[in-house]
């Protein structure tokens, strides 16, 4: 079976293995406190030129959501987030499991929030006591449907944010994707600017797993580490994690795990078209989303793995392809030629 299920369905890139194999034998005290870890943050801070802030390297995205929420949020504080966000759809409850409502809003397809659908749901709520109140915007860079905020979008809530006493945090799972597309006009450099929180994810650009949360907004990082300590997301060999970060942001190769991925998808996307299918969503990062007859699926399902995304109508289903820093551009040409075949 050949996988665009998922970007992380491989191990790591191989010189983050060799780099960890290198390291094997050393000896070094834990909970983030080595040197790797320093050294991997320290790299992090330089390629985002932002001195100032906190990093914390974690395992997981629900996990980074669910600490970063559950941290910063009171009991009784809302956040507002896209339905189709993470934290509404992939994250088992993770947030209100924490005492905290999701207030998920309706986008246009796209995956999108904007102000103001966020301005609409921030007025009603903070309209009556009674109600959870709105404290923090989650959106995701690219979004679940692989659309992408421009800079102008980005700052405008942003500063929608500021003006009302609402945090920011952008979920940047798959930030490498966004940031190497051809649509895209916000610089890594640019997410300090425009946001209160933000995370790097490592797990879906070639790591064995890792996100680094950066945090701008300074009065936010005050007792985090107990917060991790305390959901049991301090990990005892945090070098694992300073290792990875080190070796990701090293030379280009961030960048280059994130071009690879798009081309690899921007291929799908074009053969898909020409073959006579659809769109579902226009995404221009390394998830595609199309519409194929059911019995096209069934075929598929030979020799492919993919995620079913929605059912469209009784004859027609909507699923996802996505590509990694490991895709074959071999693979990419097998699933084309499949594709041409049978829609003979």
Known sequence: MISFKNDYSEGALPIIMAALLQTNMEQTVGYGEDEYTKLGIETIKTAIKCDDCYVRLLVGGTQTNLLTIGHVLRPYEAVIAADSGHISMHEAGAIEATGHKVIELLTNGDGKLNVPSIKKAYELHKSDLHMAQPKMVYISNPTELGTLYSKAELESIYNYCQENNMYLYIDGARLASAIASPQNDIALEDYPKYCDLFYIGGTKCGLLFGEALVIINKKLSEGFFCSTKQRGATLAKGRL????????????RYFE??????????????GVQKAGYKLFADSYTNQQFFIFPNEIIKELDKKYRYEFWCKLDDNHSVIRFVTSWATKKEDVEKLLTDLQNMNK
């Open 257 to 270: 795990v994130g071009k690879h991925s798009n081309d690899m998808a921007f291929l799908i996307k074009d």
């Open 241 to 252: 994690l300073g290792i990875q970060f080190a070796e990701l942001f090293k030379e280009n």
